[in-house]
């Protein structure tokens, strides 16, 4: 699981709290554990707009010595990997979807979020973590950005 602090800027800066305007506005986001987004009405997915969801977690929380008396006064480090799943309707192509897929991507090429910058954003891939699936209404790309916060 990601923390709080980090599933917080991500999506401020997704939906453009802190931003002007939001940093993706092509397409509706959905987000876990939140209504629906989807437009399709389950029988004629071609006049459906594609959609975006937005998955995160946590792949380490970890203290790193920096010499301080305490372990708790020393670095903890928090890594993981945001999903930015694109999804377009079947039959479609491939093409909308890998378009989407790389402008989410370089949403995040060399940001850092929060006041004191500890948030950063590292590789990515896109279409890596799976197969698209194209037997049901929908086909989806996934993009995998990996990133880290380093709180002292």
Do not use: C
């Amino acid at each position: 699981m990601a923390s709080d602090v980090v599933y917080t800027a991500i999506r401020q800066y997704l939906d453009g709290v802190n931003a002007t305007p939001p940093a993706w506005s092509v397409t509706p986001i959905q987000y876990e554990n939140e209504k629906p987004v989807r437009t399709d009405d389950g029988n004629n997915p071609p006049t459906a707009t594609p959609w975006l969801m937005i998955e995160m977690t946590g792949t380490l929380y970890s203290q790193e010595s920096i010499g301080a008396n305490t372990q708790a006064q020393n670095r903890w480090d928090e890594e993981g990997q945001l999903f930015g799943h694109v999804f377009v309707p079947s039959g479609t192509g491939g093409v909308t979807a890998r378009q989407l897929a790389k402008q989410f991507a370089d949403l995040f090429r060399g940001t850092r979020f929060l006041p004191d910058q500890s948030l950063e954003f590292m590789d990515a891939s896109i279409g890596i973590g799976a197969i698209g699936e194209d037997t049901g209404n929908w086909f989806r790309i996934s993009v995998d950005i990996r990133w880290r916060r380093m709180e002292a």
